[in-house]
């Protein structure tokens, strides 16, 4: 291997190792272990008064009884509610997310679609965002703003009534949180299959394989 094949390679591995700063890992992994727990706590409660003709198996929930479950549920509420505030801080005060969110196009959007879909999206620098990703990653902030507050709407009607009454009342944000926490999980699920594919495309860029 020639010296500069070598400190291509390097150079490479040092812009992958760099794709996300150290702040921003901390902070994602701290809210999707938050998720994870306030979806697995959320069934729960919800089997306790179904909005839909079904129930989600207990083995994939927390708590053991609905007392338990929002035991679990306000407890992960709040580190995410604290660990989102200070993700969304500091993704306005770098520039974060003006960098790698915007601009997001209509045209951009289906054609990283179509490429995607015909296997020709490119990977070649994955420290930027398609149309795509930036699509979803801004969705999902989006959805999780509303995921918070249609909760708080549901926690405290009464006290936060104008909070309700801006859902449409208690029984439609609990509609709008169910519906966002799927659009969550689908998130998710997305999410963590695109994390296990990219890592080999990282691979071959690196290697030439």
């Not at 959320?42 to 198996?57: H, K």
């Not at 009607?157 to 509609?175: D, E, K, M, N």
Request: with cysteine; proline share 3%.
């Amino acid at each position: 291997m020639s010296s500069l094949t070598a400190s291509n390679e390097h150079a490479t591995s040092a812009k992958a190792a760099t794709i996300q700063p150290a702040w921003v890992r901390i902070l994602h992994w701290t809210n999707a272990f938050a998720v994870v727990l306030m979806i697995m706590s959320g069934w729960r409660i919800y089997n306790a008064s179904p909005l839909f003709d079904f129930t989600f198996s207990n083995a994939i929930t927390i708590g053991g009884w609905l007392g338990g479950a929002l035991l679990w549920h306000f407890a992960a509420m709040w580190i995410l509610m604290v660990n989102g505030l200070i993700y969304l801080a500091l993704g306005l005060a770098t520039g974060r997310f003006r960098r790698k969110l915007l601009p997001i196009t209509a045209s951009g959007v289906i054609d990283d679609t179509r490429a995607a879909l015909t296997g020709k999206l490119s990977h070649d620098d994955l420290t930027r965002y398609n149309h795509v990703q930036k699509l979803l990653y801004a969705g999902v902030i989006v959805i999780g703003v509303l995921v918070v507050l249609s909760g708080l709407a549901i926690w405290k009607p009464v006290q936060l009534q104008w909070l309700t009454a801006l859902f449409g009342g208690y029984p439609i944000a609990r509609y709008v949180h169910f519906f966002c926490m799927a659009a969550i999980v689908a998130f998710m699920v997305v999410h963590v299959a695109l994390a296990l594919i990219v890592p080999k495309s990282l691979r071959a860029m690196i290697t030439g394989r």
